[in-house]
């Protein structure tokens, strides 16, 4: 005998002690538990470690009698198949990992197959040895059941795992067994299914009346996985047979595993939007509450004043947040997409009403706006420039400016914010235009980038905020214009050049605070401060203690960029196709109509370039002389970078869904900045050699 008989013992997969899991492993044990529910499983028994059973039937007649029992007197075939402690886990199912045989005939093949299995057991360990496990045997039980010849067979998800859905089912089956679908060797046919077995659809399409599955055994199956989420308290991933008679079979039920989050009902529409153009990268913690939470106050206000949204909404949802550290608007409070209900919107008469009061206070701000805008402006440059170098402060000093910096930031965005709703981009250009028209002009003096900011702070319109290092300017610029002075600025644009001129200075303030507090306690020093919160740091400056968990805390890494529009599910962002326009429609933001080849700002420049981002990062300000074309999956008509654009005559479209998927690098492109249509042309054929009769007969 090849298997050594008298270390298994043998448990029938009816019994009570069969869905113990310590004992038969999760296949057999799930199995077991189904069919003790009442489910349609098929006789079997389950070969165990005697260790695990000592009470049950052990060695080489026990085995040889369960065999006999289930085989029947004509030997008919048998399935062998493993059945792991690691596999069919509600976190990993370790499909395939294992061996399984079929068409077993005969004790001696019989016996081969279990030696087979678990052999396969010794296989896995060697690759991928469980952890604290020294014998790959340990975990091993091997399930054996009579070999069933499905007229029909298949795969059964209770749930779809790929959107999350669990008012879905999906269907995948061919004719004969499910392995041919497990082992991959044949497609099938894809159904997707209502819980209660209506279908929605099938891949490929079938007729009526050459269904593979018909209408009854699709809606038999769905009851099958109902009552299996029943039993196993969600969900199953099923692997199911029809017999010749038509009797419907379940093979196996485990956990669906890698289930894809999906958001709640009635969560938020996000997106970066048009506030990912001030903050393009990843944010620390302390960055996020020096500048989000100002951001989002004041994006607050001007939505109030405004009547845009009612006052408990905007007490309960902030507009601006962070995913993973990444900058995210509320899409639909800012605007930024049409409303879900526009029918429901039309008919109810609160936010007409709430409009109709806040018109009084918007048709005043109109007129008020400006000189408002001027008097904070003037306040914030007189401030700012009483302020002393940051090492001639004291400690207490430093943490004052920061503390008022944040305080200004609110009143600042909500001005600027209805600035660009209220007054237009105005006329006089945008700071980054000047600031390029600056440094076109004064970075061949040979000074430092420290040197030029110092000397021409609206430099700092190219940069994005941060505590760590900062940016490097743009190199060498060709000249784009003559710099004029940031007094000749719009308002909006003056605003916001306020904005980050304030930013810079808590950048600096914060810096020189670090380094105080890093000499007087090594935890605090280098990159550590950013890991902490506002409240955090303004307690240790009064003398607090230090966060305990500070040292286990780490700076967040660089993240991909978030998707144009998504909604939260467990913390993580599921993207989400805006509706209402076209494949490649966007939002026209001017300059025209423009041709050209898709690039995305790296490698060699094209000589007609069309750029296609994702965001509009103030980085990308030095790219835009001479494009054919600007276009982005985020943003707005009033980014400040889609106003520079249109300075400069590019066309552009912002809001285009996919555009950087869509239109890879190389790709012949019209851009139209009025109606924000964004085309792929095909490439003109290059011209043809004359043939040698054509150049006969020339």
């Not at 009442?38 to 005697?50: H, I, K, T, Y």
């Amino acid at each position: 005998m090849g298997v050594d008989a008298h270390l298994l013992a043998v448990v029938a997969l009816d019994t009570g002690r069969a869905e113990d899991f310590a004992v038969t492993g999760a296949k057999a044990a799930n199995l077991a538990r189904a069919a003790v529910a009442g489910l349609p499983v098929l006789p079997g028994f389950v070969l165990v470690p005697v260790g695990r059973a000592p009470d049950a039937p052990a060695g080489e007649e026990a085995l040889r009698r369960a065999w006999r029992e289930l085989a029947g007197p004509d030997e008919g075939p048998l399935v062998v198949r493993s059945s792991s402690a690691h596999e069919d886990g509600e976190n990993s199912s370790m499909a395939g990992r294992f061996a399984s045989v079929l068409e077993v005939r005969g004790w001696e093949e019989f016996v081969t197959a279990v030696q087979t299995v678990l052999d396969s057991a010794r296989r896995v360990h060697v690759l991928h040895p469980p952890e604290g496990r020294a014998d790959p045997l340990e975990g091993m039980a091997v399930l054996v059941q009579p070999m069933l010849r499905a007229a029909k067979g298949g795969v059964m998800f209770g749930a779809d795992p790929v959107a999350g859905r669990t008012d879905r089912l999906l269907v995948s089956a061919v004719s004969g067994g499910p392995d041919q679908l497990v082992d991959g060797s044949t497609q099938g046919v894809s159904y997707q299914l209502t819980r209660s077995g209506r279908l929605l659809g099938s891949d490929p399409t079938e007729r009526r009346s050459a269904r593979l599955l018909g209408r009854g055994e699709l809606t038999r199956l769905a009851r099958l996985a109902e009552k299996t989420r029943r039993v196993f308290g969600g969900p199953q991933d099923m692997e199911f047979g029809f017999d010749g008679d038509g009797r419907l079979w379940l093979f196996q039920a485990r956990p669906i595993t890698a289930m894809a989050p999906r958001p709640s009902r009635g969560a938020r529409l996000l997106g970066p939007g048009p506030v990912a153009e001030t903050f393009p990268g990843v944010l620390q913690p302390l960055e996020e509450d020096l500048w989000i939470a100002p951001m989002s106050h004041g994006l607050t206000l001007a939505l109030d004043l405004a009547g845009a949204a009612s006052r408990r909404l905007l007490r309960r949802l902030p507009v601006v947040t962070t995913v993973g550290g990444r900058v995210a608007a509320d899409l639909r409070l800012l605007g930024a997409v049409p409303s879900a209900h526009p029918v429901l919107d039309f008919v109810n008469p609160l936010p007409g009403a709430r409009r109709a009061a806040a018109a009084w206070r918007v048709g005043r701000l109109r007129s008020a706006l400006p000189l408002l805008a001027l008097d904070l402006m003037a306040d914030v440059d007189r401030r700012l420039a009483e302020l002393p170098a940051p090492r001639q402060m004291l400690g207490g000093q430093l943490l004052d400016a920061v503390s008022w910096g944040r305080a200004v930031l609110s009143p600042l965005h909500a001005q600027e914010s209805l600035a660009g709703a209220l007054l237009g981009p105005g006329s006089g250009g945008t700071a980054a235009g000047e600031a390029l028209a600056t440094l076109a002009e004064t970075r061949s003096q040979g000074a430092s980038d420290d040197q030029l900011l110092a000397r021409h702070p609206v430099l700092l319109s190219l940069l994005p905020p941060t505590l760590g290092e900062r940016a490097a300017l743009p190199g060498h610029m060709n000249l784009t214009g003559l710099p004029r002075g940031v007094a000749g600025l719009p308002v909006r644009e003056g605003l916001r050049l306020r904005i980050r001129w304030v930013q810079e200075m808590q950048s600096e303030m914060v810096r020189e605070l670090g380094a105080r507090l890093g000499k007087s306690d090594a935890a605090l020093a280098g990159p550590s401060l950013l890991a902490l919160r506002w409240d955090e740091l303004t307690r240790i400056v009064d003398g607090g203690a230090l966060p305990t968990d500070l040292p286990e805390r780490h700076l967040r890494p660089d993240s991909p960029a978030l998707p144009a529009a998504f909604r939260l599910a467990e913390g993580r962002p599921v993207a989400e196709t805006l509706t209402g326009r076209g494949a490649g429609q966007g939002q026209g933001a001017g300059g025209g109509f423009g041709t050209g080849t898709a690039w995305d700002g790296h490698g060699e420049r094209p000589e007609d370039p069309v750029l296609v981002v994702r965001t509009l990062d103030p980085a990308l300000a030095p790219l835009l002389p001479g494009l054919a074309g600007l276009v982005a999956e985020t943003g707005s008509v009033l980014s400040h970078l889609a106003v520079l654009a249109r300075e400069y005559d590019v066309p552009t479209a912002v809001g285009v869904p996919g555009a950087v998927d869509r239109f890879p690098p190389g790709a012949e492109l019209t851009v139209d900045g009025g109606t924000g249509a964004v085309t792929q042309t095909a490439r003109p054929a290059p011209p043809q050699p004359a043939t040698s009769d054509e150049g006969a007969a020339a």
